[in-house]
C-alpha cells in the first residue's frame, strides 16, 4: 500500500509528544500574526530538538534564526543547570514577541538574543565552544555558517542543520533553473557536509529535512 505524507505526518504527531501550552500558544500566534509561519519548527521537529537537548544535555546552545522563537524554547528545554542559549535573529520585528516568550517560559537569564546578521553575531560572540548548534536562517549561507561555527564547536558536539530537502528540490530526479540560488546552495552544502572528514552525518528526511552532525 503506498504511503500518503499527509496522514504519515499526522500518524507521527500522534505518536509524539505535545507541545507545551507555551508553544502550543506561540505556534498559533506565528500562523494568526506572522508572515511565512511555516517556517516554524512545530510540534514534530520542536519535540525532536527537545529529545535531542535533554540527549546532549548542552552547557552552550546557539541558534541561528530565531523567527519567533519556537525551536529557541525547544532547544533550551535540555540545558544543564546552568547552561544558555544565544539565538540570532536579524528581523526587529520579532525581538518583542520572542522576549515575551523567552521571559513566559522563565528563561530571561538564560536565553540570550542578539537581534542582528547571523554571520557578523557569530564572530564576535565570545566564550567557551558551544555543545549544541541549530542553523536555521537563511540557507544560501549554510556553508558560510557551519565554517564559522564548527571550529568553535567542541570535539563530540553537534550542529543540526534544517531544512536541507528544500522541498525536495534537492533530489537528483529535481532539474533545478539556474536562478534557483537557495535550492544550488543547499545542494551545494549537503555534499560539502557528506565529503566533510572533519564531522560524522545523518541526513533525517523529517518535514523538511534535518541534517544531524557531529564533530570528530
Ligand atoms: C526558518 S526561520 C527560523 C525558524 C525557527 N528556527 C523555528 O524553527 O521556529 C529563519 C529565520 O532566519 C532569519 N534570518 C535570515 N537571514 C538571517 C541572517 N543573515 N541573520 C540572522 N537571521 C537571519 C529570518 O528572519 C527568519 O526569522
Known amino acids: 500500500?503506498?504511503?500518503?505524507?499527509?496522514?504519515?505526518?499526522?500518524?507521527?504527531?500522534?505518536?509524539?509528544?505535545?507541545?507545551?501550552?507555551?508553544?502550543?500558544?506561540?505556534?498559533?500566534?506565528?500562523?494568526?500574526?506572522?508572515l511565512a509561519?511555516?517556517?516554524l519548527s512545530g510540534?514534530?521537529?520542536?519535540?525532536?530538538?527537545?529529545?535531542?537537548?535533554?540527549m546532549v544535555r548542552p552547557a552552550r546552545v546557539l541558534e541561528l534564526g530565531t523567527f519567533t522563537g519556537y525551536s529557541a524554547l525547544c532547544l533550551a528545554e535540555g540545558l544543564q543547570p546552568g547552561g544558555e542559549l544565544h539565538t540570532v535573529e536579524q528581523n526587529p520585528e520579532q525581538e518583542d514577541r520572542i522576549r515575551r516568550y523567552v521571559a513566559?517560559?522563565?528563561?530571561?537569564?538564560?536565553v540570550h538574543l542578539h537581534i542582528g546578521d547571523a554571520a557578523a553575531?557569530?564572530?564576535?560572540?565570545?566564550?567557551?565552544?558551544?555543545?549544541?548548534?541549530?542553523?536555521?536562517?537563511?540557507?544560501?549561507?549554510n556553508a558560510v555558517y557551519y565554517e564559522l561555527v564548527l571550529p568553535r564547536v567542541r570535539?563530540?558536539?553537534?550542529?543540526?542543520?534544517d531544512n536541507v530537502l528544500w522541498s525536495g528540490k534537492v533530489l537528483p530526479s529535481?532539474?533545478?533553473?539556474?536562478?534557483?540560488?537557495?535550492?544550488h546552495?543547499?545542494?551545494?552544502?549537503?555534499?560539502?557536509?557528506?565529503?566533510?572528514?572533519?564531522?560524522?552525518?545523518?541526513?533525517?528526511?523529517?518535514?523538511?529535512?534535518?541534517l544531524l552532525v557531529r564533530k570528530r
Open 185 to 210: 546552495a543547499v545542494r551545494a552544502f549537503n555534499d560539502l557536509v557528506q565529503q566533510d572528514s572533519r564531522v560524522e552525518n545523518v541526513f533525517l528526511p523529517l518535514r523538511d529535512g534535518l
Open 174 to 183: 529535481c532539474l533545478l533553473k539556474p536562478s534557483d540560488k537557495d535550492a
Open 104 to 110: 513566559a517560559a522563565g528563561l530571561t537569564a538564560r
Open 121 to 141: 553575531v557569530v564572530t564576535a560572540l565570545p566564550g567557551p565552544a558551544w555543545d549544541l548548534v541549530f542553523i536555521d536562517a537563511d540557507k544560501i549561507n
Open 155 to 161: 570535539p563530540g558536539g553537534f550542529i543540526l542543520i
Open 43 to 54: 510540534q514534530l521537529q520542536g519535540r525532536l530538538l527537545s529529545m535531542i537537548s535533554h
Open 1 to 34: 500500500m503506498p504511503l500518503n505524507d499527509d496522514e504519515l505526518q499526522t500518524y507521527a504527531e500522534a505518536h509524539t509528544s505535545p507541545e507545551t501550552d507555551l508553544l502550543r500558544r506561540l505556534n498559533r500566534e506565528t500562523h494568526v500574526q506572522v
Open 37 to 39: 509561519p511555516r517556517m
